[in-house]
């Protein structure tokens, strides 16, 4: 089991920046790729950003040059920056895990980032 404990959450105002956090518990974080995905209401879940544990990224083209995503193996954190937001934003953050060498997949509770005016 790896458990995900997120934070960083809420509501800020078009332009405005956000930081969420996840530390991860239950498994060796240096062997783990993290990524952050969002669900927007009545649309799909997607992927925002990935990390890999020698630290590459990538990231969907609707955040590109305005999140990083980041992960301080010390602290089996992960972390997203998230500036210039906009309402299209909008929607429950999760932060998620995958062991290297295996496909099972480990969620965090969610995490609410609210985009408005």
Do not use: H
Request: charged letters at 15%.
């Amino acid at each position: 089991q790896v458990q995900l404990v997120e934070s960083g959450g809420g509501v800020v105002q078009p332009g405005g920046s956000l930081r969420l956090s996840c530390s991860a518990s239950g498994s060796i974080f240096g062997a783990l790729i993290m990524g952050w995905y969002r669900q927007a209401t009545g649309n799909e879940r997607e992927l925002v950003a990935i990390i890999t544990p020698g630290g590459s990224t990538n990231y969907a083209d609707s955040v590109k040059g305005r999140f990083t995503i980041s992960r301080d193996n010390a602290k089996n954190t992960v972390y997203l920056q998230m500036n210039s937001l906009k309402p299209e934003d909008t929607a429950v953050y999760y932060c998620n895990a995958v062991r290297l060498g295996s496909t099972r997949q480990y969620w965090g509770q969610g995490t609410q980032v609210t985009v408005s005016s």
